[in-house]
């Protein structure tokens, strides 16, 4: 009984695994091959990618009536208006204080290994497309033009702040009780079984990701950047085995950590598999049910977790700053300078789509603040950056969101309640 168990929790991880780890070495063995004008004369292991983007595009139409569904209904049957705020304060105060901290984190090691010992000569001039204003971008960020301008991926923000809005209004027109009130919370659950359907998917879907991504990039992922990626890769991992565990000690108590560890491969191997926050999205409502998170914390947490919570994109912010004032010759020094750089790191991961290439944005907002003279030639350079450390970015992102649910659930259910889904699960058991 015990190794069926097992096998039922880790059975579909290991197969990811495997499809990862096989879809590495199916592109190292047929990579793509150019020639001296950069055309493809062997596409080797590339033709294997779409089939991975037909998990990320099944995830992406599953992802907007899920965080439709799952942020309104959890708003709209709250039977306390009282709660959903305190959910929603405690979550927003919670995604500022550990992006400040993974910031600061990456300042001091930054500090402590440079990314750019020698400022770069002779750099080539970038281009930039015509940006909108600071208040375009604000607006942009937190509203559509119109309803179906909602129903896209690429508004996640906007689709989360029209959600809670609707989510108030059937909860003051009866909330629980009303129709609407219940058709959502029913839609939700309906969205769960479909998140449980595509997932078997996953591991063939993430072999053809990888072999793509080995057989496009294997031999240029070590040039370069590569004293950036030395000191990225390994923080993102560090921090997942150090930050997360005590995030979730503090959010959920004794036996937390275990907990935590038994649940967040599968987000995060998501994750590393989509380079998409937002595609992790039904993952982490998984494993968050499977936890025993409360279901009005983890749908409201997890979908704003997606667009906001970013400390792996803090990380690469900080990251990109440090190696853009290397470049340019310019001391990374102050405690002004450090205090500045923490803020439009928070600030700017607010802004960051949960897409892969989301970030654009971002960048643009802090390479115009931090050099705006040097801006045609700091935004391309920002930009490879943010793709080559995508990867384990997202995956402290995503993940993040699910460990932080913890400390949600702490502020609004006591810091027992895991204590309490134990005791409800042994008894269960008997």
């Not at 047929?30 to 020639?35: E, G, L």
């Not at 400022?119 to 208040?135: C, F, R």
């Not at 059937?170 to 029913?186: A, E, H």
């Not at 944005?361 to 115009?368: D, P, Q, T």
Request: hydrophobic share 50%.
């Amino acid at each position: 009984m015990k190794k069926k168990s097992i096998m039922q929790t880790y059975g579909l991880l290991i197969c990811m695994l495997a499809g990862i780890v096989g879809g590495c070495i199916v592109g190292a063995m047929f990579p793509s091959i150019k020639n001296a004008d950069g055309d493809v004369v062997s596409a080797g292991a590339t033709v294997l990618k779409p089939i991975g983007q037909i998990f990320i595009n099944l995830m992406f139409c599953i992802v907007v009536p899920m965080v439709f569904a799952s942020i309104a209904g959890a708003v709209a049957n709250m039977r306390s208006r009282k709660r959903a705020g305190k959910i929603m304060a405690s979550t927003i105060i919670t995604f500022v204080v550990t992006g400040a901290i993974a910031a600061l984190i990456m300042i001091v090691l930054m500090k402590l290994i440079p990314p750019v010992l020698v400022p770069w000569k002779d750099i080539p001039a970038g281009t930039v497309d015509e940006q909108k204003s600071i208040a375009d971008l604000v607006v942009s960020f937190f509203t559509a033009e119109d309803f179906v301008g909602l129903l896209s991926r690429r508004s996640m923000l906007p689709l989360i702040v029209f959600s809670l809005i609707f989510g108030f209004g059937v909860n003051l027109n009866g909330g629980p009780d009303s129709l609407v009130g219940k058709f959502l919370n029913d839609l939700s659950n309906c969205m769960m079984k479909v998140v449980q359907i595509v997932t078997y998917y996953a591991p063939i879907a993430f072999f053809g990701f990888f072999a793509d991504l080995v057989a496009t990039y294997g031999a240029d992922i070590a040039k370069g950047y590569g004293r950036a990626l030395v000191v990225y890769y390994p923080l993102c991992f560090i921090y997942v085995f150090t930050a997360f565990p005590l995030f979730a000690r503090f959010g959920g108590g004794k036996g937390a950590v275990g907990e935590m560890f038994r649940h967040i491969l599968r987000p995060a191997v998501t994750s590393l598999g989509t380079c998409s926050s937002v595609a992790t999205i039904p993952t982490n409502m998984e494993v968050a049910r499977e936890t025993g998170v409360p279901e009005d914390v983890s749908e409201i947490v997890l979908p704003l977790g997606a667009t906001m919570h970013m400390d792996g994109s803090c990380f690469s912010c900080v990251l990109k700053i440090a190696f853009l004032f290397g470049v340019f010759g310019k001391p990374f020094t102050g405690i002004g300078t450090f205090v500045e750089v923490i803020v439009v790191a928070v600030l700017s991961s607010v802004g960051m789509s949960g897409i892969p290439g989301g970030g654009y944005i971002g960048e643009f907002i802090m390479c115009s603040i931090f050099f705006p003279n040097q801006l045609e030639l700091a935004y391309p350079i920002a930009i490879t950056i943010g793709n080559l450390v995508d990867p384990p970015a997202t995956m402290i992102n995503s993940s993040g969101d699910y460990v932080v649910s913890y400390i949600v659930a702490r502020f609004v259910d006591g810091k027992d309640w895991l204590q309490k889904v134990f005791a409800q699960r042994a008894k269960s058991e008997k």
